[in-house]
Nanobody, 120 residues
Framework: QVQLVESGGGLVQPGGSLRLSCAASGSIRAIYDMGWYRQAPGKEREQVASISGGGSTNYVDSVKGRFTISRDNVMNTAYLQMNSLKPEDTAVYFC??????????????WGQGTQVTVSQ
């Protein structure tokens, strides 16, 4: 079994910064892609950023130049550094990881979600 635990959300003023973390634990042989989605009230969930096992990154256009995704393969942790935050970044942020277990099964696992609110 694999568990993902997120931390780092909160309330920040426009222009501020937050750093989200997502730590995986449990029965893990390897982790491939890691990433973050977000869902704002009344909107569909959108993928914000992803990072491959080799370190290649992708971002949705609206966060390019402001958000940076990174990973620590020793600690099985993903990070999302969010700078120059805007009110439209307000959402619940969910991390995910593509995990191979010691038994050879592979699946996508999700964090519990963390609220990010950007407001005066």
């Amino acid at each position: 079994q694999v568990q993902l635990v997120e931390s780092g959300g909160g309330l920040v003023q426009p222009g501020g910064s937050l750093r989200l973390s997502c730590a995986a634990s449990g029965s893990i042989r390897a982790i491939y892609d890691m990433g973050w989605y977000r869902q704002a009230p009344g909107k569909e969930r959108e993928q914000v950023a992803s990072i491959s096992g080799g370190g290649s990154t992708n971002y949705v256009d609206s966060v390019k130049g402001r958000f940076t995704i990174s990973r620590d393969n020793v600690m099985n942790t993903a990070y999302l550094q969010m700078n120059s935050l805007k009110p439209e970044d307000t959402a619940v942020y969910f991390c995910y990881m593509d995990v191979m277990t010691p038994w050879g099964t592979r699946g996508k696992y999700w964090g519990q979600g963390t609220q990010v609110t950007v407001s005066q």
